[in-house]
T-cell receptor
Framework: AQSVSQHNHHVILSEAASLELGCNYS??????LFWYVQYPGQHLQLLLK??????LVKGIKGFEAEFIKSKFSFNLRKPSVQWSDTAEYFC??????????????FGKGTKLSVKP | DTGVSQDPRHKITKRGQNVTFRCDPI?????LYWYRQTLGQGPEFLTY????????KSRLLSDRFSAERPKGSFSTLEIQRTEQGDSAMYLC??????????????FGQGTRLTVV
């Protein structure tokens, strides 16, 4: 079965530290990839997405992610985190079957706590 | 305002009762997803529709759960004979999936169900 793995359950950083959150998926074909963020008490919001083209994707609030097809990975990065980045981050994947999209599958999430 | 509306926002019910939730997607979106989320976990896929067709239903989903999208617009999720383990946030999302025209999924605020 297709799955999405997020390696870190909880990450604690100080402000200005660099961030990298891991995401791997298990699907051999073409995929669409997403990172969503959920701030405390709020709904899921899109941070960035990859459909095709440049594997280095830039999103909102200074986040970026790199799609490495050979590693089935889509890691999220930010050079310098802020206290306001404290949230839960979810990686998600849609496999593509001959040009049509499959289901949207989420990882279990990584909770990020940033100390001021 | 995300554009995806869910009603009600909160529901408290007694064990054994039936409950129904409604989701209104973004108007031009043809795909609609239902997820369940518990504290500290990622969204767990329940089912999804493309227009009025239910394309996939989670194998983990009990027969007590049923969803409809009769005219390809709004959707309802019904849980019969609720159990305490059904207590969770129920999320709806919509997207456009049509050949090369694909958008990310936009999420609603969710319906929080508490079974007492």
């Amino acid at each position: 079965a297709q799955s999405v793995s997020q390696h870190n359950h909880h990450v604690i950083l100080s402000e200005a530290a660099s961030l990298e959150l891991g995401c791997n998926y298990s699907y051999g074909g073409t995929v669409n990839l997403f990172w969503y963020v959920q701030y405390p008490g709020q709904h899921l919001q899109l941070l960035l997405k990859y459909f095709s083209g440049d594997p280095l994707v830039k999103g909102i609030k200074g986040f970026e992610a790199e799609f490495i097809k050979s590693k089935f990975s889509f890691n999220l990065r930010k050079p310098s985190v802020q206290w306001s980045d404290t949230a839960e981050y979810f990686c998600a994947v849609i496999p593509n079957y001959g040009g049509s999209q499959g289901n949207l599958i989420f990882g279990k999430g990584t909770k990020l706590s940033v100390k001021p | 305002d995300t554009g995806v509306s869910q009603d009600p926002r909160h529901k408290i019910t007694k064990r054994g009762q039936n409950v129904t939730f409604r989701c209104d997607p973004i108007s031009e979106h043809n795909r609609l997803y239902w997820y369940r989320q518990t504290l500290g976990q990622g969204p767990e896929f329940l089912t999804y529709f493309q227009n009025e067709a239910q394309l996939e239903k989670s194998r983990l989903l009990s027969d007590r759960f049923s969803a409809e999208r009769p005219k390809g617009s709004f959707s309802t999720l019904e849980i019969q004979r609720t159990e305490q383990g059904d207590s969770a946030m129920y999320l709806c999302a919509s997207s456009l999936a049509f050949g090369n025209l694909n958008t990310e999924a936009f999420f609603g605020q969710g319906t929080r169900l508490t079974v007492v």
